[in-house]
Structures are given as structure tokens and as C-alpha cells.
């Protein structure tokens, strides 16, 4: 896999291993974005100081990059709280969602001029919302639709558009949540795996698949096809305590 990709929140968790994964695939070069200065022993990664926020430090991240096949997105907050403070909304919104929308927008001439794809790290909580973190399940909800409007306006530009709607896995973001969690590094595999095999709705990740073959049995919803019924069940699903009792005694 020769190709080149930019990895935003690179310096730890799904970010980092997704850097190594690609490096293991062969990739010729890796952008890896952090927020802060990054040191990688491998001469192929190039660190890219970027604050998904920041609109003077996306384009000069553009102007760092001559090519690009793969964009993944996969910066992102995750915040307790509980809807009394608007603020803590809007800055799960700034980062996960038009942080994603900013950044891809930036690299998009590039990605149409290889054809290439991005892969938007999101999470199974875009459908079904976990009281924990509604902030955080808003704005992956709102990147959700996001990236599938994206996949369809950019398909006449031969760009392909991936969500990675992801479970609980074991990073900094989850370490006070007691559930069965995937590796960081069978997570990235996953990624991989499901972009070189052009699928457009990734879940990489026991959980994650486990909730949507649950979504998709509800009323309605076609239960051939996990992804087609998790998108259609936003208005019933939710991560609730009965469910996440199922998902243990698996």
C-alpha cells in the first residue's frame, strides 16, 4: 500500500495506532497531525503541527502537503457533562464536527486529484446517544451526517467517503468507562481493512457491531443490513444500561 495519508490526532490512541498501521501497510508517507510537537522514529511520518480549530494551522498543513490519498479525521473531544452548559456543547461541535468539516474541505483538491478517500473517525453514539456524553453523541451525530452528505457530493469527484463508527476502545477517552473495550491497534486494523475494501459504514469493533445489528432488529428497520438500520434508527436508539447489560454477557 504505497500510498500517502494524513492522520489528525496522531499522538495517542486510535490516532497513533492508525500512524503505525499504515506504516506496517507499506504507506509511503504519513502525516501525522497533533496539537502539540511530535517525535516518530520512522523517517516516513511527517509531524504536522494542527489544531483542527485553527484555520491558520489547516492551511498551513495544506501547504505542507504536496499529495494526498488518505484523509482520516480522527481528532476529537469527549467531554462529561449533562446539556446545562451551552459552551461545552459548542466546543464538542467546533472540534468534532467542523474540524472535520474544515480540515477535509482544506485537503479536498488534493484528495480529488488522487481520487483518494476519507475515512471520518466518528463513534456508534452518533446513533445511539450515551447519556454519559450527549454533547460528544450531538456532535458525532451532526459528523455522521456530515460525512454522509459528503460521500454523495463527492462521489462524481471520485472521492470516497468512510464512517468509522466505533465502540468503546481502550484510549485516555474511555479510561473511566468499566466495559469490555477493543485494542487501539485491532481498531486501525480494522479501519484498513474496511477502506481497502470500499465499505462506507466501518464498524471496527465488537461493540460497535454488536449495537448495530441491535439498532437495525428494531420495528421498521431492515436487519439485513446493520448499517442502512443504524442510520434509520436515531429516533429510537440509545446506549442505555439494558443494553450495554446484553453487550457484557456476550
Known amino acids: ?12 490512541g486510535i490516532g497513533q495506532a492508525l500512524v503505525t498501521e499504515a506504516l506496517a501497510r507499506g ?21 504536522l503541527t494542527l489544531d483542527v480549530t485553527d484555520a491558520a494551522q489547516i492551511q498551513a498543513a495544506v501547504d505542507k502537503v504536496g499529495s494526498l490519498d488518505i484523509l482520516i479525521n480522527n481528532a476529537g473531544i469527549a467531554l462529561y457533562d449533562d446539556l446545562s452548559d451551552r459552551a461545552v ?3 464538542h461541535l467546533a472540534v468534532n464536527l467542523f474540524g ?16 483518494g478517500a476519507v475515512v471520518n473517525n466518528l463513534s456508534v453514539n452518533a446513533f445511539a446517544p450515551l447519556p454519559l456524553i450527549p454533547a460528544y453523541s450531538i456532535s458525532k451525530a451532526a459528523a455522521f451526517n456530515l460525512t454522509q452528505s459528503l460521500r454523495t ?13 466505533t465502540g468503546f476502545v481502550d484510549t485516555d477517552m474511555t479510561r473511566g468507562i468499566d466495559m469490555p473495550k477493543a485494542s487501539p ?8 481493512d474496511a477502506v481497502e475494501k470500499e465499505e462506507e459504514d466501518i464498524f471496527p469493533d465488537p461493540m460497535s457491531q454488536f449495537v448495530a445489528e441491535e439498532l437495525a432488529q428494531q420495528p421498521g428497520q431492515d436487519a439485513r443490513t446493520p448499517a442502512g438500520g443504524a442510520r434509520a434508527s436515531a429516533r429510537h436508539g440509545i446506549i442505555n444500561s439494558d443494553l ?4 457484557r454477557q456476550r
Open 89 to 91: 456543547l459548542e466546543r
Open 1 to 12: 500500500m504505497s500510498t500517502i495519508s494524513l492522520v489528525t490526532g496522531a499522538n495517542r
Open 244 to 247: 450495554i447489560g446484553r453487550w
Open 100 to 115: 472535520t468539516y474544515g480540515v477535509t474541505q482544506a485537503f479536498l483538491p488534493l484528495l480529488t486529484r488522487s481520487h
Open 185 to 192: 491497534e485491532s481498531v486501525a486494523r480494522a479501519i484498513f
Open 27 to 47: 504507506a509511503k508517507r504519513v502525516y501525522a497531525g497533533t496539537r502539540q510537537p511530535l517525535a516518530h522514529p520512522d523517517q516516513r511520518v511527517t509531524p
Open 153 to 165: 457530493l463527492l462521489a462524481g469527484r471520485g472521492v470516497s467517503v468512510h464512517a468509522v463508527l
